[in-house]
C-alpha cells in the first residue's frame, strides 16, 4: 500500500511527481483516499432547450466545433449538441489547452451559470468528460459520477477528473484486496460500518447517494478513531513517563485569596478552582482546559491557581492574545494579589530598559507571575522555574506558539481558557487528551443581555438610547467590522464613524477611538481612561472581541452584524452584561440585507447560550474556524470526517478508543513507532490502516 504512486498503470516519474507536489498524493493508498470533492448527478442534466438565462444547469452534449472569436478580448468557443438545442462554453483564458483537450466529437459535462448571448452560453463552464474508458463507465453505469479536486498543473498532465477516475480505477482493480480490514466483522456489525475495502470502493464508484453516505461514514471513523487513539496514547505516555513528585500545596492561600475578593465565588468556580489544584498535586503535569462564557468569570480562577504555584516556588506564565488584554489582566492580578511586585507585564512594545528588568526578574526567580503577549514567546525570555502556564483566549493561538511557551519549563501545568464555547463535538475531537473544565452559571446577580437587531433606518432611535444612558452614568461601545483584506477601507469607516459620531451626534459627550493601528501607549492609555469612566463612548473596531472587562459599560452598539462570525458577535456582546445593571446589544444592519443574513443575526437575537451559538456558527461556517487550526489549510483537517454532523461517530470512536488503549502496555513506544509509521508492537496492524498522515501532522 505504500507503493509509489509512480508504478500505477499510466503514472510514470513525472505525473508522480506533480500528483505528489500538487494534490500531497505519493502512494497507491494515498490515491484510494482521494475523496471526490462531489458528484455529478446524471439524472439531474437538463436538456439543453430547457435552460434559462440566470440558471445555474449541468448540462452534457457532443461537441460540434471549437473556434476562437473576439478582436480585442479573444475567446475560446466550444458549441456542444444535446439533440435539443446547442450551447457553447467559453473560455478566455487557457485557449491554447483547452484547444486541446476539447475535441470534436467527444462527449462533454458542462456546469455553470447560463446566459444568453446570441444564444446559450456558459463562461468559464465547470467541466468534465463522460468516460469512453468502458472499464470505467462499465463500473458507474450508475447515475453518480465522482468529481475531484485538481489543479492547473495536474490537469496540463491530464488529472482533471476524469483522469483521476481512471488512475483510481487502476488502483482499485491493482491494489484494493491489499488494503487490510483492521476491524474484525463482529465489530463491524456492532457499529454498523462497511468493510473499508467496500467503503473506499463506494466513495469513488458508488451507485447512489446512499452509498456515498455509507462509505464516508466508514472512513470518517477510521480517521476519528486514529485521532482518539493516538491522542489517548500521548497522554498515557505523558502520565507513565513524566510522573514526579511535586512540593507541597499550602491551602491555606485559597482561603485567604478567596476571602480578600470583592465577591463571592460561584459554585462553578470553586469547583472549576479544586478541580485545578486537583491536577497539580497529581504527580504528571496538568493539561486542562477552563471553558466558559463570556463574563463567566474565568480570569479570577485562574489567579488562584497562580497564587498557588506561587506558593510552592513555582513561576507562572500568563499569556493573552493582545495587549490590551495582558494590560488589563495585569491590572487585575495587581489588585488582587498582594505583594505586587512579584507581577510583571512583558509585552513587544515596551521600553527597552524596562523590558530587560523584567526579563531579569524572571530569569532570577524573582518575578513569580509573568504576564503578556506573544511576547512571551522570544527566545530572550528565560524562566528561572516555570511551573504553570496560563493561555487566555487560547483558540487565539496557534499549536505551534502553545509548544514554544511549554518548551521554556520542564514539563509545566498548562490551563488553556476560553470563552469561545468549543462545541461539544470539537472538543471531544480535538482535547481528547485534554481535561475539561466548564463554568455554566455565570455570577449571581446578572441579568441577561437584551439584544436588538434593527435596520439601519432606525439609528436616531438608538443615538437617544444611548444618550439616555449615558446620562445615567453608564458607558457604550459602538463597533464596526474591520475586513484584513481592505482594513484600510473599514478602518477608515471606524474612523468616519467616530467624526461623526464626536460631532453631531454626541457632541456633549466624552468618545474616543480605539483600533489595532493605534500605538500601544494610546491604545493602553484610552483603555484605561475608558475603565476609569473618563470616556462615555468608545468606538472601537473589533480589537475589544477577546476579555475586556467594563462593567460600567452597558450598551454596545454593533454596526454591520452581517459582516461577523456568529460566534465573535457574541463575544462582543459579552463586552457588557458584566455588571448588575440591564445590558443592550443593538445589531444594527444594512436596510437592504438578504433573508439568509438576516436569519443569521436572528440567532444571536434568541439566543444567549454561546454554545449553542458555536454549534450553529460551526453548522455555518464548517470547522476549520475554531481552535487556530485555519494556518493548516483544509477544515480540520480531516479528509472524510465533518465534525459539524458526525457527533454520533466522534461518540463510538472515543469509546473504542478507550477499549484499544486499555490493551496497551508500553504507551512511549507505541508511540514513537505510531509517529514513525511502523506498525505498533501487539497491536497489529489496527492503527496502520487507519488514516493517519494528515491527522498527525496536524498534531505535531
Ligand atoms: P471571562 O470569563 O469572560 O474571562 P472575567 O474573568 O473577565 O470573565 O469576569 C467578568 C467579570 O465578572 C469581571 O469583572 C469579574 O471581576 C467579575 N466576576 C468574576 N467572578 C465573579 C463573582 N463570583 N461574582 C461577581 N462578579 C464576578
Ligand atoms: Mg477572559
Known amino acids: 500500500m505504500r507503493t509509489d504512486i509512480q508504478y500505477i498503470k499510466g503514472i510514470g516519474p513525472r505525473k508522480a511527481d506533480a500528483l505528489k507536489s500538487e494534490a500531497g498524493i505519493e502512494t497507491v493508498e494515498d490515491l484510494l483516499y482521494?475523496?471526490?470533492?462531489?458528484?455529478?448527478?446524471?439524472?439531474?442534466?437538463?436538456?439543453?432547450?430547457?435552460?434559462?438565462?440566470?440558471?445555474?444547469?449541468?448540462?452534457?452534449?457532443t461537441i460540434r466545433g471549437l473556434s476562437v472569436a473576439g478582436k480585442r478580448g479573444r475567446f475560446l468557443e466550444v458549441v456542444i449538441d444535446d439533440g435539443t438545442d446547442r450551447l457553447s462554453g467559453i473560455f478566455f483564458a487557457g485557449i491554447q489547452y483547452f484547444q486541446k483537450i476539447f475535441l470534436e466529437g467527444s462527449t462533454v459535462i458542462f456546469s455553470g451559470k447560463i446566459d444568453v448571448y446570441r444564444g446559450k452560453r456558459i463562461v468559464h463552464p465547470e467541466y468534465d468528460f463522460i468516460d469512453e474508458d468502458s472499464r470505467v463507465k462499465s463500473i458507474h453505469a450508475g447515475r453518480l459520477i465522482p468529481l475531484y479536486r485538481s489543479t492547473e498543473k495536474l490537469k496540463t498532465l491530464g488529472f482533471d477528473s476524469r483522469g483521476f477516475r481512471r488512475a483510481i480505477r487502476s488502483a482499485i482493480d491493482e491494489y484494493l484486496d491489499e488494503i487490510p480490514?483492521?476491524?474484525?466483522?463482529?465489530?463491524?456489525?456492532?457499529?454498523?460500518?462497511?468493510?473499508?475495502?467496500?467503503?473506499?470502493?463506494?466513495?469513488?464508484?458508488?451507485?447512489?447517494?446512499?452509498?456515498?453516505?455509507?462509505?464516508?461514514?466508514?472512513?470518517?471513523?477510521?480517521?476519528?478513531?486514529?485521532?482518539?487513539?493516538?491522542?489517548?496514547?500521548?497522554?498515557?505516555?505523558?502520565?507513565?513517563?513524566?510522573?514526579?513528585?511535586?512540593?507541597?500545596?499550602?491551602?491555606?492561600?485559597?482561603?485567604?485569596?478567596?476571602?480578600?475578593?470583592?465577591?463571592e465565588l460561584t459554585e462553578d468556580q470553586l469547583g472549576a478552582i479544586a478541580q485545578i489544584v486537583g491536577d497539580m498535586e497529581r504527580p504528571f503535569p496538568m493539561n486542562r482546559l477552563l471553558q466558559g462564557d463570556v463574563g463567566s468569570g474565568k480570569t479570577v480562577v485562574s489567579m488562584a491557581a497562580a497564587l498557588v504555584a506561587a506558593g510552592r516556588g513555582e513561576q507562572t506564565a500568563v499569556m493573552a492574545p493582545t495587549e490590551i488584554l495582558a494590560a488589563q489582566h495585569y491590572r487585575n492580578f495587581q489588585a488582587l494579589i498582594p505583594g505586587a511586585r512579584v507581577i510583571e507585564l512583558l509585552t513587544?512594545?515596551?521600553?527597552?530598559?524596562?523590558?530587560?528588568?523584567?526579563?531579569?526578574?524572571?530569569?532570577?526567580?524573582?518575578c513569580s507571575i509573568l504576564i503578556g503577549t506573544h511576547a512571551l514567546l522570544e527566545s530572550d525570555v528565560v524562566f528561572d522555574r516555570l511551573g504553570f502556564i496560563i493561555i487566555d483566549e487560547q483558540h487565539r493561538f496557534g499549536v505551534r506558539q502553545r509548544a514554544l511557551l511549554h518548551e521554556k519549563g520542564e514539563h509545566p501545568d498548562l490551563l488553556v481558557m476560553t470563552a469561545t464555547p468549543i462545541p461539544r463535538s470539537l472538543a471531544l475531537t480535538l482535547?481528547?487528551?485534554?481535561?475539561?473544565?466548564?463554568?455554566?452559571?455565570?455570577?449571581?446577580?446578572?441579568?441577561?443581555?437584551?439584544?436588538?437587531?434593527?435596520?439601519?433606518?432606525?439609528?436616531?432611535?438608538?443615538?437617544?438610547?444611548?444618550?439616555?444612558?449615558?446620562?445615567?452614568?453608564?458607558?457604550?461601545?459602538?463597533?464596526?467590522?474591520?475586513?484584513?483584506?481592505?482594513?484600510?477601507i473599514e478602518?477608515?469607516?471606524a474612523i468616519n464613524a467616530f467624526e461623526i459620531l464626536k460631532n453631531d451626534v454626541f457632541p456633549d459627550r466624552r468618545i474616543d477611538l480605539l483600533h489595532g493601528r493605534l500605538p500601544s501607549k494610546d491604545k493602553d492609555d484610552i483603555m484605561r481612561r475608558f475603565i476609569a469612566g473618563e470616556i462615555d463612548i468608545l468606538v472601537s473596531t473589533t480589537v475589544i472581541e477577546v476579555g475586556i472587562d467594563v462593567p460600567n459599560a452597558t450598551i454596545i452598539v454593533i454596526q454591520h452584524p452581517e459582516r461577523f462570525g456568529l460566534s465573535q458577535l457574541h463575544q462582543l456582546r459579552g463586552r457588557v452584561g458584566r455588571g448588575e445593571k440591564q445590558s443592550f446589544c443593538v445589531l444594527v444592519y444594512p436596510d437592504e440585507i438578504s433573508a439568509e443574513a438576516k436569519r443569521r443575526i436572528d440567532v444571536l437575537v434568541e439566543s444567549d447560550d454561546g454554545f449553542r451559538i458555536a454549534e450553529e456558527d460551526l453548522r455555518m461556517r464548517g470547522s476549520g474556524e475554531f481552535v487556530g487550526f485555519q494556518q493548516h489549510g483544509h477544515g480540520a483537517g480531516f479528509e472524510f470526517a465533518d465534525l459539524a454532523s458526525d457527533i454520533d461517530i466522534i461518540g463510538l470512536a472515543r469509546e473504542e478508543a478507550a477499549s484499544i488503549a486499555q490493551h496497551i502496555p508500553d504507551a512511549g513506544k507505541?508511540?514513537?513507532?505510531?509517529?514513525?509509521g511502523a506498525v505498533p508492537a501487539g497491536m497489529p496492524g489496527l492503527l496502520n490502516s487507519l488514516r493517519k498522515r494528515k491527522i498527525l501532522s496536524l498534531l505535531s
Open 670 to 676: 507505541v508511540l514513537k513507532s505510531l509517529i514513525e
Open 348 to 366: 513587544g512594545n515596551m521600553q527597552k530598559n524596562r523590558k530587560a528588568e523584567v526579563l531579569e526578574r524572571v530569569k532570577t526567580g524573582e
Open 431 to 488: 482535547y481528547g487528551d485534554l481535561d475539561i473544565t466548564s463554568i455554566r452559571a455565570k455570577p449571581r446577580n446578572r441579568l441577561p443581555v437584551r439584544t436588538l437587531a434593527l435596520p439601519e433606518s432606525r439609528l436616531s432611535g438608538v443615538y437617544r438610547s444611548v444618550e439616555k444612558y449615558i446620562s445615567e452614568g453608564r458607558q457604550a461601545y459602538f463597533v464596526y467590522p474591520i475586513i484584513e483584506e481592505s482594513s484600510s
Open 34 to 61: 482521494y475523496a471526490p470533492r462531489r458528484y455529478l448527478d446524471r439524472s439531474s442534466f437538463k436538456s439543453i432547450v430547457d435552460c434559462f438565462a440566470g440558471e445555474t444547469v449541468t448540462v452534457t452534449g
Open 491 to 493: 478602518l477608515k469607516s
Open 181 to 263: 480490514e483492521p476491524f474484525d466483522s463482529d465489530m463491524l456489525g456492532r457499529l454498523g460500518l462497511l468493510p473499508l475495502r467496500d467503503a473506499l470502493m463506494a466513495i469513488h464508484f458508488p451507485d447512489s447517494i446512499e452509498d456515498v453516505g455509507k462509505a464516508r461514514q466508514r472512513l470518517a471513523f477510521n480517521e476519528l478513531l486514529f485521532l482518539q487513539v493516538y491522542l489517548r496514547i500521548s497522554r498515557m505516555r505523558l502520565q507513565q513517563e513524566l510522573s514526579k513528585k511535586k512540593p507541597a500545596i499550602d491551602p491555606g492561600i485559597l482561603d485567604s485569596f478567596s476571602g480578600s475578593l470583592p465577591f
